[in-house]
């Protein structure tokens, strides 16, 4: 019996390598915490990568890399895919196909749209900042749209589209304080609401950084792009 223990506690050793304040390495933590898996965390320092990252990321030398039984898992969606079909409580793709491509298609959407144009329109200056600032109203219109009737992307549970989004409800009041600019406003109730729902969920509520660490970091990066003249 205890041979049996201990092949089972060796079958589920599971390592995150990430940063405390990544929100790619959060949205892992968030998966995590909701299947209730038992893990390590490890915090990396990017100024200075250490070789276990180099070793199990070698391609794009990034984080998050989830590190199950040993063998890496890179790039935070497909990571959280990974978690989805290895631990199947608490799923967060739905059984239906076109559910399932609807959750993947609106988290890409995060990632390789309306992310990029909220970032741009917190580092970019000048005519790149208003074209930035412009995709991102566009970006968010979309977003709004698409929860009418919802509670969650998905209807009344979370999933995966929720998690890529999830960085929104800690992370947009924190760009509202360093800029003085409020770019997720009135204008989007719906998501306000979604974000306010979210950000009341234990696995958010338990684990996002501080407010005050945040700000102070990224008020840095606010004046490292836009340096006084």
């Given at each position: 019996m205890?041979?049996e223990?201990?092949?089972?506690?060796?079958?589920?050793?599971?390592?995150?390598l990430?940063?405390?304040?990544?929100?790619f390495g959060?949205?892992?933590?968030w998966?995590?915490?909701?299947?209730?898996?038992?893990?390590d965390a490890?915090?990396?320092?990017?100024?200075?990568?250490?070789?276990?990252?180099?070793q199990?990321?070698p391609v794009?030398?990034?984080?998050?890399?989830?590190v199950?039984?040993?063998?890496?898992?890179?790039?935070?969606?497909?990571?959280?895919?990974?978690?989805?079909?290895?631990?199947?409580?608490n799923?967060?793709?739905?059984?239906?196909?076109?559910?399932?491509?609807r959750?993947?298609?609106?988290?890409k959407?995060?990632?390789?749209?309306?992310?990029?144009?909220?970032?741009?329109?917190?580092?970019?200056?000048g005519?790149?900042?208003?074209e930035?600032i412009?995709?991102?109203?566009?970006?968010l219109?979309?977003?709004?749209e698409?929860?009418?009737?919802?509670k969650?992307?998905?209807g009344?549970?979370?999933?995966?589209a929720?998690?890529?989004?999830?960085?929104?409800?800690?992370?947009?009041?924190?760009?509202d304080?360093?800029?003085?600019?409020?770019?997720?406003?009135?204008r989007?109730?719906?998501?306000?609401?979604?974000m306010?729902?979210?950000?009341q969920l234990?696995?958010?509520?338990?684990?996002?950084?501080?407010?005050?660490?945040?700000?102070?970091?990224?008020?840095?990066?606010?004046e490292?792009?836009?340096?006084?003249?």
């Amino acid at each position: 019996m205890k041979v049996e223990c201990a092949k089972t506690m060796a079958a589920e050793e599971v390592k995150l390598l990430k940063t405390w304040s990544s929100l790619f390495g959060l949205r892992v933590v968030w998966a995590l915490k909701l299947k209730g898996i038992q893990y390590d965390a490890i915090d990396e320092d990017l100024s200075n990568k250490s070789a276990l990252l180099l070793q199990h990321n070698p391609v794009y030398k990034k984080i998050p890399v989830l590190v199950h039984n040993g063998k890496p898992i890179s790039e935070s969606l497909v990571i959280l895919e990974y978690i989805d079909e290895t631990w199947k409580q608490n799923p967060i793709l739905p059984e239906d196909p076109l559910e399932k491509a609807r959750e993947r298609f609106w988290a890409k959407f995060n990632d390789e749209k309306l992310l990029p144009s909220i970032w741009g329109a917190f580092t970019k200056e000048g005519k790149e900042r208003e074209e930035a600032i412009a995709a991102a109203v566009e970006n968010l219109k979309l977003v709004e749209e698409e929860l009418k009737g919802k509670k969650f992307f998905g209807g009344e549970k979370i999933g995966l589209a929720d998690v890529a989004f999830g960085w929104l409800a800690y992370l947009i009041c924190v760009f509202d304080e360093v800029t003085g600019f409020k770019i997720v406003n009135e204008r989007y109730p719906l998501l306000l609401a979604w974000m306010q729902e979210f950000s009341q969920l234990p696995i958010a509520k338990d684990n996002c950084p501080p407010h005050d660490k945040l700000v102070i970091k990224f008020q840095a990066l606010y004046e490292k792009h836009h340096p006084a003249k």
